[in-house]
């Protein structure tokens, strides 16, 4: 009889897995601990999850009832409108402070900032609005910025509206709000005499965006300081 040795050739995976099998039986301890310890943090991970998406709904929720609450206990006296209203907005920053994920998260500082807008409270709502900017998408960011110029218009105060509409056209050049943010920047240059400048940025939004409302209000402005500029030379 003839002795045939066979070669049993076998594919990677199956390679690995044998492999994998003689490790653990020549290192049963650390392949336990290893197991435990990939187990431990499955466990953990599963648990953050659970709890990040409990955290979530939990603030929106309060969030929301307590915006309800506000929106539905109007009264005609004014003095317990205005407790009413500072009891909310603390309220509210607590929760937002408190959150790191989801729509309070995104949105909380917006909506404060917009309540103190609308309580015409045009200081507090700046700065709400400016810290907005650094939670919200770049969307509503834009906006944000946007609104704590406005903000400061209502305060008069040009260079603080400047400073917010400048910023948000640095951070946002692609933003859907650009036209009006050029065109606010124009407007605060004129207000503060700087016509050479002013002229720049009304030019830009005619330039940039032909079809947008501004547009014309822009090219208006820039031949109106045109012939500011060519009386002066005159």
């Known amino acids: 009889m003839i002795d045939r040795e066979v070669t049993v050739r076998r594919n990677v995976v199956e390679q690995m897995l044998l492999n994998t099998r003689d490790f653990i039986r020549a290192h049963r301890g650390v392949a336990i601990k290893v197991a435990i310890g990939i187990c431990v943090v ?42 009413k209203f500072l009891r909310t907005v603390s309220r509210l920053q607590a929760i937002a402070e408190s959150s790191y994920f989801g729509y309070v998260h995104r949105n909380g500082y917006y909506i404060i900032a917009s309540l103190y807008f609308n309580e015409k409270d045009y200081a507090n709502a700046a700065k709400y609005y400016e810290k907005a900017s650094q939670y919200a998408s770049p969307l509503f960011s834009s906006l944000a910025l946007q609104q704590a110029g406005m903000a400061s218009e209502f305060l008069n105060n040009v260079d603080e509206a400047l400073r917010y509409y400048l910023l948000c056209e640095s951070k946002y050049k692609d933003g859907y709000n650009m036209d009006q943010i050029l065109f606010n920047i124009g407007r605060m240059y004129t207000q503060k005499g700087e016509y050479y400048k002013a002229r720049e940025y009304f030019n830009r939004v005619s330039t940039e965006f032909p079809q947008s409302f501004f547009a014309k209000k822009a090219a208006q402005y820039s031949m109106f300081l045109g012939a500011i500029e060519n009386e002066k030379k005159n």
Not at 48 to 68: N, R, S
């Open 42 to 83: 499955l466990v953990i991970g599963i648990a953050a999850i659970v709890y990040v998406d409990y955290k979530i709904k939990k603030d929106t929720a309060d969030f929301e009832a307590i915006l309800d609450e506000y929106r539905t206990t109007y009264t005609m006296d004014i003095n317990e409108n205005n407790q």
